[in-house]
Nanobody
Framework: QVQLVESGGGLVQPGGSLRLSCAAS????????MGWYRQVPGKQRELVAD???????NYADSVKGRFTISRDNAKKTVSLQMNSLKPEDTAVYSC???????????????WGQGTQVTVSS
């Protein structure tokens, strides 16, 4: 079984910063891409940022220059440093990882439970 556990959400004022972290645990042979998605009620979930096992990164245009994604392959963690937060960044943020559980398995997508980020004065 694989689990992704997130931490670090909360309430912050506009212009503030938050750091989200996600740790993968369980039966894991290898992890390909890890990333963060967000969703607000009534809208589709959108990719915020992702990072490959080789540390190549990809960001949504709306967060470029403000958010930074990083990962620690040895610890099986991915983090999202969010600076200069705006009210429109308010959403539930979910961690995603593409994981192969054994050498003989295919890669599958796993999700964390989600953490609320609210940007408001």
């Amino acid at each position: 079984q694989v689990q992704l556990v997130e931490s670090g959400g909360g309430l912050v004022q506009p212009g503030g910063s938050l750091r989200l972290s996600c740790a993968a645990s369980g039966s894991i042979f290898s992890i390909n891409v890890m990333g963060w998605y967000r969703q607000v009620p009534g809208k589709q979930r959108e990719l915020v940022a992702d990072i490959s096992s080789g540390s190549s990164t990809n960001y949504a245009d709306s967060v470029k220059g403000r958010f930074t994604i990083s990962r620690d392959n040895a610890k099986k963690t991915v983090s999202l440093q969010m600076n200069s937060l705006k009210p429109e960044d308010t959403a539930v943020y979910s961690c995603n990882a593409i994981i192969r559980r054994t050498l003989f398995d295919q890669f599958n997508a796993y999700w964390g439970q989600g953490t609320q980020v609210t940007v408001s004065s």
